[in-house]
T-cell receptor, first 112, second 112 residues
Framework: QKEVEQNSGPLSVPEGAIASLNCTYS??????FFWYRQYSGKSPELIMF????GDKEDGRFTAQLNKASQYVSLLIRDSQPSDSATYLC????????????FGTGTRLAVRP | KAGVTQTPRYLIKTRGQQVTLSCSPI?????VSWYQQTPGQGLQFLFE???????NKGNFPGRFSGRQFSNSRSEMNVSTLELGDSALYLC???????????FGDGTRLSIL
């Protein structure tokens, strides 16, 4: 089982729709969770981070964390073509020496 | 505040050579991590340094090594380069164990 799993996609949504990106992790000791956006040929850019169960909103982005079920998700409201990118989920776990472990990413395509 | 700076941005080497990549973290960040990213393998963790000490290490051969200086700047060295080492090498820094990492623009290494 991979430490951090994401569906590789592509996830295709029409412009203006809500895009839902999911991530599961295996280490119950994980305490910090991050979402990065990566455009083709560019480096990852931090979008959101969440530490506690529940929802955290920032503009059009909402991160959701459920530690009991070991999943974290990212919702993008009013999706725009400029949101088309690969979204990386990253998990920090004290049991792995605080190493940040990345999923392989979900490619999102927003259709105009 | 200046971001993470990586030099050089592009590098072309031949098999058997060695290469040194440099990373200057965000001011005040004492942790520096290195990643290799290839189209097929995604983001692979190389190692993390904190206060000049290697804190975590990924599953890469001994040809890959790194170090961190007292000013938190870090270097990564790859010896006896192989064709498969062609990749985007990313450096990221963070302030503390649970804090998000911030990435530099990367060094694109091509091996001929």
């Amino acid at each position: 089982q991979k430490e951090v799993e994401q569906n590789s996609g592509p996830l295709s949504v029409p412009e203006g729709a809500i895009a839902s990106l999911n991530c599961t992790y295996s280490d119950r000791g994980s305490q910090s969770f991050f979402w990065y956006r990566q455009y083709s040929g560019k480096s990852p850019e931090l979008i959101m981070f969440i530490y506690s169960n529940g929802d955290k909103e920032d503009g059009r982005f909402t991160a959701q964390l459920n530690k009991a079920s070991q999943y974290v998700s990212l919702l993008i409201r009013d999706s725009q073509p400029s949101d088309s990118a690969t979204y990386l989920c990253a998990v920090n776990s004290k049991s792995s020496g605080d190493k940040l472990t990345f999923g392989t990413g979900t490619r999102l395509a927003v259709r105009p | 505040k200046a971001g993470v700076t990586q030099t050089p941005r592009y590098l072309i080497k031949t098999r058997g050579q060695q290469v040194t990549l440099s990373c200057s973290p965000i001011s005040g960040h004492r942790s520096v991590s290195w990643y290799q990213q290839t189209p097929g393998q995604g983001l692979q963790f190389l190692f993390e340094y904190f206060s000049e000490t290697q804190r975590n290490k990924g599953n890469f051969p001994g040809r890959f090594s790194g170090r961190q200086f007292s000013n938190s700047r870090s270097e990564m060295n790859v010896s006896t380069l192989e064709l498969g080492d062609s990749a985007l090498y990313l450096c990221a820094s963070r302030q503390g164990r649970d804090q998000p990492q911030h990435f530099g623009d990367g060094t694109r290494l091509s091996i001929l």
